[in-house]
């Protein structure tokens, strides 16, 4: 084992075999590979080793479909079979509304290519004819489906990176990690330490424990996972060889079961309700090869369906059963990229379906480390969508209703329960108690949605259609179109930046030029390569201080990209603030009226102009204004601390009654920023998008001299 390497991959799995291959084809060879134990000895090695290209999230599928067009030439790189069996696979439908998800899944495909295709349940069974096609109303088909030998491919990973240079040292487990003066990572291990530029944890069941090494408590859980081997079916033997096929993969989402061909027989795999974590404080170190006791009786239900569905698997003898850990993310992607606060600290775990996206995180975090960006959009892995909010409960609560939800239909808007509430604000119970909020949560914090008069229940009905609260969203945009609405918005992101070097750290990392004091601007962020990772407003508070508000959601996104590029000689400092800055917008045609109402200030237009910024006390508040509006409409935020925010919102709402003020959610809000076409983050904008493309141009002054994008723009 050498003492010295660029890269240290901590973990053998498919994924860190994985990143390790793609490091050394993107031209680093002096990365090294340490295992534990042997290669494959956590999650991989008893995995069902079933891959697809389908993904709720666009980009996420685009990966999934680069991981499967690469095990070819993987196969010739290293000369080391994958065991692949392209057979394509079905997704099957029971109701309208399952067949609705397939729809919009299979045009979700087209748009990237995919060559899905919406088929009967009788063109189905004969693909899979140990069906029972009356049980069902339609399905997907996607040709680019299947499944492969988990170790071999693991090794075929391996053994190709070892031809680009790679090192890979087994049996030998890392102990302790420390980051010296330099910025160089100690990895200490059974057999000595290596001393390395970047560290990657790619731990998998020990990600968690790799993690604590450098003080990180990684949202992640190990689920209890089964499936079972049958003993050769007459079916199947009879199937293969009147076509000269194997049978289709198959998923049947009432069942919350999936099942493909193995040897002669069939691999039934199940997503139960009755989800069971694993050992969920820590993973013992001596774990290896071991597999979990089963307990059929906790599947029984889902099987219960499948034999209904899948007649011929009632009688077939069961072979084996497989019970194994498999480490999950609160919202099942995987955890991917740099840790904030660690430099040259990254991360690749939590990828529980390691044969279809092992390939995609593998070149995405390659192409970070060597260029500086993943060249894909890949917040929905970014490890980064995660904040403190995450703990080790909510990690528990959200990753078992993940998991047991699975096969579920999820549906536009759906707000999920598992963990909630996490964060609040001091009106949470006025709103929900007394005003009839329907709730939903943006980055961990409650936030309204919309508000159900009292004669409704306040609460959502599903559908992929028009759901109930259209009316009722449309009744608070009129609201503020044509009188005066209030909504919260606290969880809006808030960041302080202040220091000597404020405003020339700002014109350098924004592209619209910094206001004056007491003046607000609207500012893209852009990388190198001219693409959008940011989209702000910035207020000039007073010199040498300014307030930045960004999107919730991006919130360690952006702290890590603001950390990177802050001057050494500290002088600038940028904080975030998290909910220690909360508020509200009134915004519509009588808002002016009702902040008079409030406060003792001339804020008639002239003295209060559009993009203005000003501390005042709005009902005896000290508060910070800002004359702008989300809704496009005229509109105000304002900002105070949070003890204040209980009496602001009362006294807004005793000023407003006789304006007809109304409540509006985040839908109302949403709903009129894209009819004034203002974008959003994560909608309209996104990193692959630059500012032209996102409309953003115009906040793009190039006459400034110097600002990062800038000659890509």
Known sequence: MRSE??????????????????????????????????????SSWHAAGGFH????DPNVAKLQAYTVSLYRELEE????????????????ADSPERMDFLRLTHAKGRCLGMETEIITPSEARAMFPLMDETNFVGALWDPVEGHLDPSGTTHAYAKAAQKLGAEIVLRNRVVELTQGSDGLWNVVTEAGTVRAEHVVNAGGLWAREVGRMVGLELPLLAMEHMYLLTEPMP??????RATGRELVGVIDFKGEIYTRQERDGILLGTYEKAAVPWSPL????????????????????????????FPALENAGIKQVINGPFTFAPDGNPL??????????????????GFSQ???????????????????????MDVARFGEWTTRRYTNAKVRENYSRRFSIRYPNEELPAGRPAQTTPLYDVMTRNRGAVMGVTWGLEAPLWFAPESVEPRDELSFHRSNDFRHVAAEVRAVRERVGVTEIANFAKYEVTGPGAEAWLNHLLTNRMP??????????????GKLIGDFTVAHSAPGCFMVWGSSAAQIYHMRWFERHLPKDGSVRVERLGQRLVGLMIAGPRSRALLAALVDADVSGPAFRFMDHRAMDVAGCPALVNRISYTGDLGYEIWVEPCYLRTLYMAVHAAGAPLGLSDFGMRALLSMRLEKNWPTWFAELRPIYGAEEGAMERFVDLRKPDFIGREAA
């Open 235 to 240: 079916e199947v033997v009879e199937y293969n």
């Open 336 to 353: 991917v990229g740099p840790v904030q606060g660690l430099t040259n600290f990254w991360v690749a775990c939590a990828v529980m379906a």
């Open 5 to 42: 390497a660029r890269v240290v991959v901590i973990g053998g799995g498919v994924v860190g075999c994985s990143v390790l291959y793609h490091l050394a084809r993107a031209g680093w060879s002096d990365v090294m590979l340490i295992e534990r134990s042997e290669l494959t000895s956590g």
């Open 358 to 380: 092992g390939g995609g995180v593998g070149l995405a975090l390659a192409n970070w480390m060597t260029q500086g960006d993943p060249g894909f959009d890949v917040f929905g």
């Open 53 to 56: 290209t389908l993904n709720g």
């Open 77 to 92: 790189l290293s000369g080391q079979s994958c065991g692949l069996h392209l057979t394509g696979g079905v997704m099957m």
């Open 282 to 309: 820590a993973t013992p170190w001596d774990f290896g090869h071991e597999l979990l006791a089963p307990d059929l009786d906790r599947i029984a239900p889902s099987l219960e369906v499948g034999f209904r569905h």
């Open 516 to 529: 004056r004091v007491g003046r607000l601007a609207l500012s893209p962020m852009l990388n190198p390569a």
